[in-house]
Nanobody, 125 residues
Framework: QVTLVESGGGSAQAGGSLRLSCLVS????????VGWFRQAPGKEREGVGA????????YVAASVKDRFTISHDSTKNTAYLQMNNLKPEDTAMYYC??????????????????WGQGTQVTVSS
């Protein structure tokens, strides 16, 4: 089994920053994919970005790519989502997800078979 534990969520003012972390543990493959997703109330869950464990970027959503960056630290098996210049519309539950096997690393939810618990990000004006 693989467990993903997120941290770093909370409240921020518009224009502020938050850094989310996703610790991947358990039966972790040498190479894997980590995706970040978010879901606002009443809306579908959407992909934010994804990368490989070697810190090779797969994609970042166009809606956030000028403000958000993703990275991975292989020494810690931890993925990060750095969110800068936050906006109220960034308010959502944020999730990390992982895929241990060979395959795509993108925005499709069915790419991933392990998910974190989600962490709330709330951005006020």
């Amino acid at each position: 089994q693989v467990t993903l534990v997120e941290s770093g969520g909370g409240s921020a003012q518009a224009g502020g920053s938050l850094r989310l972390s996703c610790l991947v543990s358990g039966s972790v493959s040498t190479q894997y994919c980590v995706g970040w997703f978010r879901q606002a109330p009443g809306k579908e869950r959407e992909g934010v970005g994804a990368l490989y464990s070697g810190n090779l970027l797969s994609y970042v959503a166009a809606s956030v790519k000028d403000r958000f960056t993703i990275s991975h630290d292989s020494t810690k098996n931890t993925a990060y989502l750095q969110m800068n210049n936050l906006k109220p519309e960034d308010t959502a539950m944020y999730y990390c997800a992982a895929r241990m096997s060979y395959g795509p690393c993108g925005a499709r939810e069915d790419t991933y078979n392990y998910w974190g618990q989600g962490t709330q990000v709330t951005v006020s004006s």
